[in-house]
């Protein structure tokens, strides 16, 4: 298959897959994840980030999010987030539907990005109660369109958040390809920048299934194991969703597969960049590339077998790298691309 | 770990496991369940029934009755169910949140089982607006005591619902252990038994990970991919869902699966039925023996290390076989129990 | 119309609806409750229960008793009521949509009333989460079936409610007739013996619609504003929903309409329970009086136009006074049960 | 007290209000809407309309909205609406707490109104599961900018919306206040045009309390009872909710109490039109004025006791008449602008 379409194309990481079978091969486990490889996994993402947060394994981004975001908001509680975020764009609502209606709030911004100023703007606009009272900033790292808050940037917003009493959560779909770009520690963009709540996403990286929800603020954590079994997350044989996080953390697999994805993703960029008619749409600094081709080649392309989706309007195309996108794909796109448009030109 | 605690305490049968390595060195797929491998297998589900089903994967059982039910009802109807149905007494109102505030209306009934007469005493009962107005009738089968719907008692049920326009749900997280005992064709016990929607448990039986909801009705089915979207219940990498799903299905493993488990089941059965001061609550027929023990004797156990269940009040303990228990681990319990209450008698 | 159907039959009392007229004649005036006379009658009402109370209107007691629940519970979190109480079986799933899943968990008891055990039952039977947890007592002042709770015993229920970490909620539909019964100050059987919240009913007293939700724990409020405005319970015109208490709070005219309609069921009582054939079910003790009458008395006095429910199974029958019931509508109701007894007998 | 702040701030007109005494003047009636009276507005409403629609009352604005675009929406469902519709900027979420999650997609437009081109643009920007299905189109007539929807635009929005398989929903809150204006039939500019479901406000045109929600649709107002009854929007007094409605019906005083209205914003706008400073924003067809007034000055006439509400942005203002608001109020209010801003220019 011959694609750019999605990271979530691509199979389970062999480290995570050994982690899988050999957990299986350990016998009978109990249940809900009071087992011992839960626990395991657990202890080594608070050795991960340095410190004694709460962590909880949900099924999906879906769901790590939704109900991380229903755990901090009440039914007439507001989130804000950026117009391009995921939980705006692609969860069919399911904010909406764990929260039982918190709004989402958009904002705009430059490279699919928060900024303080945008937050202030937005929980200064109401404060009566025909509006849905601000509870929450979301923050997508890295963003919908490939790019990465700096650290300073986390911070700035947190501390407008924490100023306007709001909670902050991370979108972290894809944080292990923005911790691979900005090379800071883990705890770094995360708690020691303010941020309350990070969804840990494992399956674009190289699990089968599963995400892990950690939360900085034990005392946001209360009672949410309820929630998750309430909702439907709670894996019976949960250590085979827990265990494959083990192959991910050991010897910085994590990072290595998303720093390979990235560097993927740049190679692509460096390829494609100087092709006549060919412009980025963001400089990449995560796995994604986002590109206005020409339509004719797009098609063309996607005549050839290639699979990529558009994204916003005509001509923008993202091409995604996975953990284990290789250079060969990489330089036969950008032949069969650069090869269409200097045809076309 | 000695126990009879769950059957989700189990791993991953060979042949699913199997399916699962095979799939993930076939290179990438779609997401979302757009590959060939859950194509493959929701044909093979239709082929199993002999209907042009529709087949969705979420990720558990509670996902699975909640989501099914919630399509089935809104949130001022109801659901008519068993007093110890699952969705009653271990989902923490997982139901009532899926479907936003549909409630169930339990009725009582010999061996864990609904009858038609306590379903048409409930329907019957009230008709004004200020009652949940019943919509819905949810079975267990095996039922949450080790028993059995015969064919006729669901037939029986199916056509009181119907007159009553009430829609026939099945939580079959233990369906195999059922038609494994009632040695039917998995048809005979579902749609042509008046069965609208079944969900299908894979969990228990040898998987991962997973459960199929298969809408024998179609038209039920509709939009029902975007109820599974927004309630965080569609895999990314479905494949690894659902591809698992083969190994149960080939060759009947499935079945071969639920006959051991209830073998098992009917072996320890036997071996402590006349111990004394032990007492049968329930005739086993699926892969549970319900037993009173003497309080002394339990107590001794779990101090060996065994695992178990109590069940309904003092002295009642649920004793569960996995599709991979052996018949040594039951031995040595039974022997172990005998020896208990030999001594104390 | 002849009936002992409903205290909801009956209309407005005078002095309710004089202020509403004096009300309306004194032109513009602010909306959502920014209004002088919702001011004043949320001061009236503090002052009653003689403490700082919060207070709230909404349209009926299914939205103030949902509300308050729900602001209370969780989704998962759940309510621990009496298997006869309202918000069980008469509000068709309404607390179950407002908070979107909370269950409620029944318990029996003698006169419709819960008592300490039952509620310490319900709160140790489980502790897992695969079952809600139990976060509020939810008790019906006069109950369903016209008892009244002591001071003692909301007392005792309050105090293993507090050990238990659960909130104490009042369905006070007919609390007005409470108080005139037990004869206490109306803080002695509310915030002084535990209680946090208070759906204070006015519909059933004499008021057109509305009621109040006085939340004695302030803390329990917040953003409770919020919470109405989005279930749809903010009156625009609120000064219509709240100035009417001030005719029913002025010169005790609440108490007075309660003793009324409870002296009236005592007199039905002391009328009709010497009948032959008759036996009372409970001993009234607010404004309604429960009775299995003979089926064939029953009918016959439906079929001379009288009105009235049955309840519980055959033969039980609701006769409910209201605040304007009068006496020789008792007196003919008693009459023509009686010549039809007598003659049937 | 001088305002143009809200038609909410007016009392109720003296038909409705001799209505409300008269039907409490007739003794008892049964409850939850069985009662004559309510009988009797419900026929005049279908005459009114000229067809036979299903009639249901409800508490206010936000939940006649919320309950019926609940009705037409499943959770994973979207309804179309103006970025400064009603149902988008100021009921808390309301749309979204009553359907479970539906999201509202919003569309720009010119004058507060939809265009069937925006529409057709929502509806086929996407059609996969991970973005919620368009199920609605929600109008507001006359909008929330005091503008009016023709009806040719009504029927070119349904016309798209019936081959999209969107139903149509009109916020009716000021729908008299457009009927006026167009001079139509009512029938003309809703079910004759393609609208499927009205929400009829009374508040704002001389009730004291309650909407009608009437479907043109009767199979779309299936079961609808229960969910007004769930959702605490049952009055049990229903007779003061729906009596009132026999005084704004008969001799069409809810169109004189709408004519007048209108006619006073039309004053209004006359007067103060060209003063310097002041720039009108739209063209005021109903009864509000949206107007640019010099900041000092709007200061100026808060200092002298004018309230008002600020609307989009610095200097935005709307000027909102009432069905009693006077000509001496508007000649007051006009006057004193003009000499502020005259003092000032």
Redesign the interface.
């Known amino acids: ?1 011959q ?1 750019f ?2 990271d ?5 990481c062999p480290e995570a ?1 050994n982690y ?2 050999e ?10 994840g009071d087992d011992t490889w839960t626990q395991k996994v657990c202890d080594r993402i608070r050795n991960l980030f340095e410190t004694d947060c709460e962590v909880f394994f ?6 790590a999010n ?2 991380a975001l229903a755990s901090l908001c ?5 989130v804000i987030c950026h117009e391009l975020a995921h939980i705006e ?6 904010p ?3 929260s ?4 989402l709030l958009v904002a705009r911004g430059e490279n699919g990005k928060l900024t303080p100023d945008a937050i202030e703007q937005i929980v200064t606009r109401r404060s009566d ?5 601000p509870r929450a900033v979301s923050l997508t790292q890295a963003t919908e369109v490939g790019t990465i808050y700096s650290v300073e940037e986390v911070r700035a917003i947190a501390a407008i958040a924490k100023r306007r009493h709001l909670a902050v959560h991370m979108d972290g779909a894809r944080f292990a390809n923005a911790v691979a770009t900005l090379g800071v520690h883990p705890s770094e963009i995360t708690w020691r920048a303010g941020v309350d709540v990070l969804c840990f996403g494992g ?2 990286n190289g699990l ?2 599963g995400e892990a929800v950690v939360f900085f603020d034990r005392k946001m954590a209360e ?1 949410f ?3 998750v ?9 949960m250590r ?2 827990s265990s494959p996080w083990l192959g991910l953390l050991e010897n910085d697999v994590w990072l290595r597969n998303a720093r390979h994805a990235n560097a993927m993703a740049r190679l692509l960029r460096d390829r494609i960049v100087d092709i006549p008619g060919v412009s980025l749409m963001f400089e990449p600094q995560a796995n994604a590339v986002f590109a206005n081709l020409p339509i004719a080649a797009a098609n063309a392309l996607r005549g050839k077998g290639w ?1 990529f989706y558009d994204f916003i309007g005509a001509g923008g195309c993202r091409l995604m790298c ?1 953990w284990d996108t290789t250079p060969e794909t990489v330089e036969s796109f950008a032949s069969a691309l650069r090869e269409l448009c200097t045809a076309t030109a």
């Open positions: 298959m694609h379409a999605s979530n194309y691509a199979g389970i897959l899988l079978i957990c299986n091969s350990s016998g009978h486990e109990a249940a809900y949900v099924f999906n981004g879906t769901a939704s109900l009440q039914p007439y509680q507001s764009t692609d969860e069919c609502g399911g909406e539907f764990f039982n209606g918190s709004k109660i025909h509006f849905p009272k399956t674009k089968p299934v009672d194991a309820y929630r079994k309430q909702a439907g997350q709670l894996a019976s044989k085979f969703i699979k996975a």
